[in-house]
């Protein structure tokens, strides 16, 4: 038993050993290997064939035909030199078919391989460029699709240092199917102009620059954008679209961009709305449905009909659309006074379904088929509301808390305070002492060091004492997926939500998360305030992209000053209780000065998935009004 196994061994050893001289050897093996199943076969075939000659050398050259003829070795019979010129001329056939057969298959490999890397040239016109890779990419590529869904074609190139079968199956696992807008992956470092170039940017319509995941992503915009002047060259180029972390470099990236590009600053603008969100709860839910391209966004559109009359006149001259400003020399003005004429170069800034949505219906009750809209007898008078001090409790701490601070000190009531509680490895006092700098006496800003995600150090701020409560997760670390700095978040939550099962009261909670579908697992009511910071960044984006007017819209719309998004009790414009339509409600916040664009019902706030927000409803549309229902408007502060 030992020795046959020695000796198979050893012919293995043998065997191997063979195959390592090299091509000739794999040759004369598989030469081998086909003839002990061919020849065997032909003689079995020749033998048993009634037709087959009857003597034994007439039966040999029958084998030897038949094997010839399945092996290509042409099979001649006769003269030994004979059949050694036929079996030359067969081997000669086959060096030249395998040959040509090789040539092919290794063109073909070399093609799909470079087709599977994404280097051949989009030949696109129109099209819309996605420079980079992120969480953003997402959100970004699916409101392009969707921004696309009435356009006949449609493309969207994206070009990210990443393999490109990789790109195109979580772009597909992730968005689904795209309708008629195809996705185009091309793979190669953005910060390429050669590689750059194979996307066609000076054919496309929009060019849009996401930053990468890593703390350090603001010097890769810039360069990006520069390799993006670079690979244009002369050309004038499409609307650019880019955004930094860092207001450090948002300088340097608009002037990379050039004239026709837009540079966000996505921390600030993070910041302002965790802000504006924690003075008026809800107003995330409003922002996620404007900057959705999947309800109503804001258009551009004018009819001359309208020159020479006021502003307030055009509030109730759409039926189906919501006027909030004026396009004026290539500036918007959001709210402007009631009493300001259109001018014949005037553009209305509108939100409404679509581009084609906004047509003139007047329902003021000039007219004869919108006679009745507006009821007058149940507009609520006027009262101003006098601003109180509030008191923000702010769990956690990262990049972006610095500015949440100042934006809270800026606009601060006097008497307002706010308190701080995270680890010390994540800030000292001195740093949140620092970020309120400049705002006292209004404003008192105290730290707490602690352990957010222990109740029994939550338990000790009389937590159901502050207006709102903001939960911030760390920055992400070098090597870490950015959405484990929400793990920390929702065992934060969890601890809130018990604390709300011991008080008995709803905490007003405003979370910023990093990853979406982390949404779904958050402990806190299905209406509350959540900031998904890239998320929102990607829908500002792929806003822009469409219409550069906006970014001075949203430019107001978050700042300090100016016309802000507010969600205001109803009953400050309609009686409680009574039944009006929306025109009713229009026309009570146009008397305030204001531009009621929607409402939010306090019956349905916790139900998905609008939470009872309606943006830009019928102005025909009637409903009872109750005490707790609030109105969406675009008013200043």
Not at 33 to 56: I, K, M, N, Y
Not at 105 to 124: H, N, P, Q, W
Not at 264 to 287: F, K, N
Not at 502 to 519: A, K, Q, W
């Amino acid at each position: 038993m030992e020795q046959r196994a020695s000796l198979k061994g050893r012919a293995r050893y043998w065997f191997d050993t063979t195959l390592t001289r090299g091509t000739s050897a794999l040759v004369g093996w598989l030469a081998l290997g086909c003839l002990a199943l061919v020849l065997p076969a032909s003689a079995v075939l020749v033998w048993t064939d009634p037709h087959a000659p009857a003597s034994r050398s007439g039966r040999l050259a029958a084998i030897w035909r038949l094997t010839g003829e399945t092996l290509r070795l042409g099979g001649a019979t006769g003269p030994l030199l004979r059949v050694l010129m036929s079996v030359l001329l067969a081997l000669v056939a086959l060096v030249y078919v395998s040959t040509l057969v090789g040539l092919i298959t290794t063109g073909l490999t070399e093609r799909l391989t470079a087709l599977r890397r994404g280097r051949s040239t989009v030949i696109e016109q129109g099209h819309s460029v996605v420079l980079g890779w992120s969480e953003q990419v997402f959100t970004v590529v699916s409101e392009l699709v969707a921004a696309n869904a009435n356009q006949r074609y449609g493309a969207v190139a994206v070009l990210a240092d990443r393999n490109k079968t990789t790109m195109e199956e979580a772009l597909s696992s992730k968005m689904g199917p795209t309708g008629r807008t195809r996705l185009i992956c091309r793979s190669g470092p953005p910060t390429d102009p050669a590689l750059l170039a194979l996307t066609n940017p000076g054919a496309a319509s929009a060019v849009l620059v996401l930053p990468h995941d890593d703390p350090s992503a603001d010097p890769e915009v810039v360069k990006t954008l520069l390799a993006l002047r670079s690979a244009l060259g002369a050309q004038e180029g499409p609307p650019v679209v880019a955004a930094v972390r860092d207001d450090r470099y948002r300088l340097a990236a608009s002037l990379a961009a050039g004239t026709r590009g837009i540079v966000l600053e996505s921390d600030a603008i993070t910041a302002r709305l965790i802000v504006q969100s924690a003075r008026r709860p809800g107003l995330s839910l409003v922002y996620r449905d404007l900057l959705d391209f999947a309800g109503d966004e804001f258009y551009l559109t004018f009819d001359p009909a309208l020159t020479s009359r006021s502003f307030g006149d055009t509030l109730l001259a759409y039926a189906t659309s919501s006027v909030v400003g004026l396009l004026r020399d290539g500036r918007p003005l959001l709210n402007p006074p009631p009493q300001t004429l259109i001018k014949p170069d005037d553009r209305l800034i509108v939100i409404t379904r679509d581009d084609d949505t906004a047509r003139l219906d007047d329902c003021s009750g000039l007219v004869d088929d919108c006679s009745g809209l507006v009821d007058e007898s149940v507009m609520t008078p006027w009262k101003p509301a006098n601003a109180r001090p509030e008191r923000v409790l702010i769990l956690g701490w990262n990049r972006r808390a610095s500015l949440i601070v100042d934006q809270m000190g800026r606009s601060a009531v006097p008497g307002s305070a706010i308190a701080v509680v995270a680890d010390r490895n994540e800030v000292t006092a001195e740093q949140v002492r620092d970020a309120g700098t400049g705002f006292a006496p209004r404003l008192t800003i105290t730290f707490r060091p602690g352990d957010v995600t222990r109740p029994e150090t939550l338990r000790c701020l009389e937590i159901d004492s502050y207006d709102s409560v903001v939960v911030l997760g760390p920055d992400p670390v070098p090597g870490q997926r950015p959405d484990e700095a929400d793990n920390r978040t929702l065992i934060t939550l969890l601890v809130l939500h018990l604390l709300e099962q011991e008080t008995g009261r709803e905490l007003p909670v405003v979370t910023e998360m990093i990853d979406d579908r982390n949404r779904a697992l958050a402990p806190i009511s299905p209406g509350a305030d959540v900031i998904i910071s890239g998320k929102l960044i990607g829908l500002l984006l792929a806003q822009i992209s469409q219409n550069r007017h906006l970014a001075a819209v949203f430019e107001e719309l978050f700042s300090l000053t100016g016309s802000q998004i507010h969600l205001r009790p109803a009953a400050s414009y309609v009686l409680p209780g009574s039944e009006s339509s929306f025109a009713t409600v229009v026309a009570a916040a146009r008397q305030r000065g204001e531009c009621a664009i929607g409402y939010r019902r306090h019956d349905r706030a916790t139900a998905a998935p609008d939470h009872g927000v309606r943006i830009n409803p019928d102005k025909n549309e009637r409903r009872h009004w109750t005490e707790r229902d609030e109105v969406v408007v675009i008013a200043q502060d």
